[in-house]
């Protein structure tokens, strides 16, 4: 399974746009680039995926490097809901057909008022 | 998008009773389903998949014995724990995967089942 790098925590100020970096140097040419987030106390959430090329969607945008060894999920215009555990992920392909999702540690993101 | 629930979302049981936790798919069928376990301050670890009418798939390290994983609807998959110790205290999660080309399915997931064992 190909392994994820992300900074343990990171600090935003509201209403500023937010940069979480991820690393994936042993990503493969058909890995797609998850990204998930954890508010406290409740279940993940789905926030975006990408191949290659980057991707916007209504909850954030990621930006994909040529190589595909780093991806960096954007968030605009960070909230104050916006603070959680942020977890990229690159699912893993299993015999059972389905992908299966290994959350490594993620980047804690604290937004300040 | 898709909605994913949980049934209790906390309990507490005696140790030596065996809890069951039920997790639905509310606006989509889901062939397969996913239970996780989360310990405090800890990720989230997969412990097994759940495929609709056959038997479940666990990671290295679980018990099958001791968490029991049933999906016999599209919509319905639940894990109980058996005979439960002070151990299995821990924030129980499921997930619904919505299929899609392979690599780009997603999972759904529901707001989690907090487990005291007493």
């Known amino acids: 399974d190909a392994k994820t790098t992300q900074p343990n925590s990171m600090e935003s100020n509201e209403e500023e746009p937010v940069h979480l970096p991820c690393n994936h140097s042993t990503i493969s040419g058909t890995d797609y680039i998850h990204w998930y987030r954890q508010l406290p106390s409740q279940g993940p959430e789905y926030v975006i995926h990408g191949l290659t090329s980057n991707v916007n969607n209504r909850m954030a945008s990621l930006a994909i490097a040529e190589d595909r060894k780093s991806s960096t999920l954007i968030l605009h215009r960070a909230t104050l809901r916006d603070a959680a555990v942020y977890y990229c992920?690159?699912?893993?392909?299993?015999?059972?057909?389905?992908?299966?999702?290994?959350f490594g540690t993620g980047t804690r993101l604290t937004v300040i008022p | 998008g898709a909605v994913v629930s949980q049934h209790p979302s906390r309990v507490i049981c005696k140790s030596g009773t065996s809890v069951k936790i039920e997790c639905r798919s509310l606006d989509f069928q889901a062939t397969t389903m996913f239970w996780y376990r989360q310990f405090p301050k800890k990720s989230l670890m997969l412990m097994a998949t759940s495929n609709e009418g056959s038997k479940a798939t666990y990671e290295q390290g679980v018990e099958k014995d001791k968490f029991l994983i049933n999906h016999a609807s599209l919509t319905l998959s639940t894990l109980t724990v058996t005979s439960a110790h002070p151990e299995d205290s821990s924030f129980y999660i499921c997930?619904?995967?919505?299929?899609?080309?392979?690599?780009?399915?997603?999972?759904?997931f529901g707001p989690g089942t907090r487990l005291t064992v007493l």
């Open positions: 992920i690159l699912p893993s392909s299993r015999w059972t057909g389905a992908n299966n999702l290994f």
């Open positions: 997930s619904a995967r919505v299929p899609g080309q392979l690599g780009t399915d997603t999972q759904y």
